[in-house]
């Protein structure tokens, strides 16, 4: 099977029980689904055991998946949000730990990684401040790098309501990622 079938292609593949085109399937799109869950539950282990999940519901659900309803992506994002919202029901008095950036390269200077690590806490503290709509179109928006159609198509949601939400979540990141003494009014 060559790796440049197309996603339909692959779908009737994986559908008449390629496994081939079932793993490109899986290739295609791990990334982003484990990188959404992975900021979605901030917990890495749990994102992985969540995204084995998204990938096994695909299969099981692929011969009822139909293209006129929503891009395949947004389809695997619907699947990956409601196991994480299954997830945060069932474990709701469970503490979290904060998500934690992997080890940094070899090659990264200590400043920058220090830098980015207090950028990515200041981040994920901000996005924990947002509701959860908003919350959901900037992960799917600005991590995933989902187009407004498809983050639409996902949250069944017309694409100016997502709009809406993604300026309402912008305006409220920029107030709450302010230095703060910026929001105070002073200067160092």
Not at 18 to 24: C, I, L, N, R, W
Not at 115 to 133: G, I, P
Not at 166 to 178: D, F, G, S
Request: hydrophobic content about 40%; aromatic content about 6%; cysteine-free.
């Amino acid at each position: 099977m060559k790796e440049t079938e197309t996603i339909p292609n692959l779908i009737a593949l994986a559908r008449q029980g390629s496994p081939e085109a079932a793993g490109q399937l899986y290739e295609r799109h791990y990334q982003s689904i484990f990188r959404y869950l992975a900021y979605r539950t901030a917990d890495l282990q749990t994102a992985e055991d969540l995204t084995g999940e998204v990938f096994l519901k695909m299969v099981q659900a692929l011969p009822a998946y139909r293209s006129s309803a929503a891009t395949f992506r947004a389809w695997l994002f619907q699947i990956a949000r409601n196991l994480s919202i299954d997830h945060f029901r069932r474990n709701h008095n469970r503490s979290t730990q904060p998500l934690h950036e992997s080890l940094p390269a070899l090659e990264q200077d200590p400043e920058d990684t220090a830098h980015q690590r207090l950028t990515s806490t200041r981040l994920s503290k901000a996005l924990a401040r947002l509701n959860d709509e908003q919350r959901e179109v900037v992960l799917m928006r600005f991590v995933v790098g989902m187009p407004i159609a498809e983050v639409a198509a996902t949250l069944h949601k017309s694409e100016d309501a997502v709009k809406g939400l993604q300026r309402r979540a912008l305006i409220t990141l920029r107030e709450l990622l302010k230095p703060a003494e910026e929001k105070d009014g002073t200067t160092g």
